[in-house]
């Protein structure tokens, strides 16, 4: 947990469409218990990019880990919903600044792949994708991402989304 939030503290983001802030922070510091049972069963509402409410669709956060270190994080969701076909997808994933550069998105992205196989009854997953973000389109391309469209962005005007998808 100290080692978590060394990497928020640092910028990396629960969620890549909107950073952390100092009060986020501190709530997880001040309960990180109650932090650690909402990644466990994440709560079925969701604050949406624009600050509005929705429904939360099933998910599951894997923690990728050096011995007490966080490097960064793997989130599937079970299913899609309208939102998520647009931008947002099954998968989503973020390294924390400091550990960037040094292949464990690609690595994590293999693993958290392997994961949804064993666990998942997914035959392909969405991953969607900022134009202006060549490092993850790396990342997915080198895990068999294959583009099928770009769309605009729902959450920022005029910014483009790819879709991407990898057969299971
Ligand atoms: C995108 C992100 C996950 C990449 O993490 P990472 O651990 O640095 O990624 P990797 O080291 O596995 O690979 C990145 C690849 O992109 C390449 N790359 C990095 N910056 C690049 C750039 N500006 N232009 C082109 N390629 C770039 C790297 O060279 C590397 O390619 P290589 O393996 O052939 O050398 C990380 O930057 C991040 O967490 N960003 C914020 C959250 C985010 O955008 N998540 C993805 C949402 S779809």
């Not at 309960?31 to 669709?57: H, K, M, W, Y």
């Amino acid at each position: 947990m100290p080692s978590f939030l060394e990497a928020l503290r640092e910028g990396y983001s629960r969620d890549t469409l909107r950073a952390e802030t100092p009060e986020s922070i501190a709530e997880i510091a001040a309960d990180p218990e109650a932090f650690i049972e909402s990644q466990r069963n994440p709560p079925t509402t969701v604050t949406l990019p624009d600050g509005g409410q929705g429904a939360a669709v099933p998910s599951s956060v894997l923690w990728y880990v050096e011995g007490e270190t966080f490097l960064g994080s793997f989130h599937v969701r079970h299913h899609l919903n309208e939102n998520l076909e647009k931008v947002g997808g099954h998968v989503g994933y973020a390294v924390r600044p400091s550990a960037r550069g040094n292949g464990h998105a690609s690595a994590m992205l293999a693993e958290g792949l392997d994961y949804i196989r064993a666990n998942l009854p997914l035959r392909r997953v969405l991953l969607t994708v900022n134009a202006l973000n060549p490092a993850s389109i790396k990342v997915i391309e080198k895990n068999g991402g294959v583009h099928t469209a770009s769309v605009p962005h729902i959450w920022r005007p005029g910014e483009t989304a790819l879709h991407y998808w990898i057969a299971l």
